[in-house]
């Protein structure tokens, strides 16, 4: 399916094929998701909810370290920062941890994929002089008067 506006298209979606097709974007549920965790190990469509290979491999990893219900509420977190920020910045991390066989969890992840909160320098406040304004002002009532 296309949307064009002026000719130009504007937005190009795959048109979904075959019996009960449908596509659910990981981004428009997930918040939902991350407050009822225990949602997603029934969730109808959850094989969607694995936006690649590589999220895949983490979740079998996260299922491997913690027991049951916790590796679901730490790979929704993990899917939580991917929406929040760039999936493929927490693909890239989690590529490298799974790599390196040390996937843990998401404040791993987080901790990696996060930058470092810049420090905001304390400025000095400079006096403020109004002389010149209330000058200004002292001028213009005479000329008034």
Do not use: C, M
């Not at 949307?3 to 504007?10: F, I, N, T």
């Not at 901790?111 to 109004?130: F, I, M, S």
């Amino acid at each position: 399916l296309e949307v064009l506006h002026a000719g130009k298209p504007q937005l190009v979606v795959d048109r979904l094929v075959g019996r009960n097709g449908h596509r659910i974007n990981y981004r428009h549920i997930i918040w939902s998701l991350v407050r009822k965790p225990g949602a997603f190990a029934q969730y109808r469509y959850r094989e969607d909810l694995f936006p690649s290979l590589v999220f895949r491999q983490a979740y079998d990893e996260l299922q491997r370290v913690h027991e049951g219900r916790a590796a679901d509420v730490e790979y929704l977190r993990i899917l939580h920062l991917a929406a929040s920020t760039l999936e493929a910045q927490v693909e890239q991390v989690l590529a490298r941890l799974l790599a390196e066989g040390g996937l843990r969890g998401a404040e791993q992840v987080k901790a990696l994929v996060a930058p470092a909160r810049p420090e905001v320098p304390e400025l000095a406040q400079p006096e403020v002089d109004l002389s010149s304004y209330d000058a200004l002002l002292v001028e213009q009532r005479e000329v008034a008067s």
